[in-house]
């Protein structure tokens, strides 16, 4: 079955404390991103990678890193979370025909 | 940078009404416009999409516009449904690069 998937869908941390969201997508895929769903914001993408080794930032990258070193993986890092990057957390992938296809979600909670 | 501005922020209608949904985008040099469809504790699934060199598109009750010169393009819903109900997220993207998404409208379809 064509998915993406992201690993935690929930996760309750504290400020400062480093954290990985995993993204992976079995579609083969060159374009994965990320974003993030704020209550009357929509999504705001973080970042976006076109392939393999080839990042870039989206609309609010400050805070997160992120590394593309194969093609089906695209790891979102938080290096020291702080409480405003609380938030609902998509990562996506896309094909030749343009249609993103989204993770079921992370539930990320700084306190 | 890019900007989407989405109207309205929430929508009711009755059962077997229209509803439209406005989208106006800053970017001139965008080229795909899709919109999404997001039910409630769900992850974004695209309903229909746009590319810049077409004017309308339709699939069954749903279509789309887009107006270039004006800067704005719209989703129509004919004969709405309960299950309709959800939140309706349009984006751009230029040349599969980042994605500006707008920050949504709340549809209900009242039985």
């Known amino acids: 079955e064509a998915q993406v998937t992201q690993n935690p869908r929930y996760l309750i941390t504290v400020t400062g404390k480093k954290l990985t969201v995993t993204c992976s997508q079995n579609?083969?895929?060159?374009?994965m991103s990320w974003y993030r769903q704020d209550p009357g914001l929509g999504l705001r993408q973080i970042y976006y990678?076109?392939?393999?080794?080839?990042?870039d930032k989206g609309d609010v990258p400050e805070g997160y890193k992120v590394s593309r070193k194969e093609k089906r993986n695209f790891p979102l890092i938080l290096e020291s979370p702080s409480p405003n990057q609380t938030s609902l957390y998509f990562c996506?992938?896309?094909?030749?025909?343009?249609?993103?296809?989204f993770g079921p979600g992370t539930r990320l909670t700084v306190t | 940078g890019e900007n989407v501005e989405q109207h309205p922020s929430t929508l009711s209608v009755q059962e077997g009404d229209s509803a439209v949904i406005k989208c106006t985008y800053s970017?001139?040099?965008?080229?795909?416009f899709p919109w999404y469809k997001q039910e409630l504790g769900k992850r974004p699934q695209l309903i229909i999409d746009i590319r810049s060199n077409v004017g309308e598109k339709k699939d069954q009750r749903i279509a789309v516009t887009l107006n270039k010169t004006a800067k704005h393009f719209s989703l129509h819903i004919t004969e709405t449904q309960p299950e309709d109900s959800a939140v309706y997220f349009c984006?751009?993207?230029?040349?599969?690069?980042?994605?500006?998404f707008g920050p949504g409208t709340r549809l209900s379809v009242l039985p």
């Open positions: 990678s076109m392939n393999v080794e080839v990042t």
């Open positions: 970017d001139s040099a965008s080229n795909y």
């Open positions: 579609m083969n895929h060159e374009y």
């Open positions: 984006a751009e993207n230029n040349y599969g690069q980042n994605f500006v």
């Open positions: 996506a992938s896309r094909g030749v025909s343009y249609e993103q296809y």
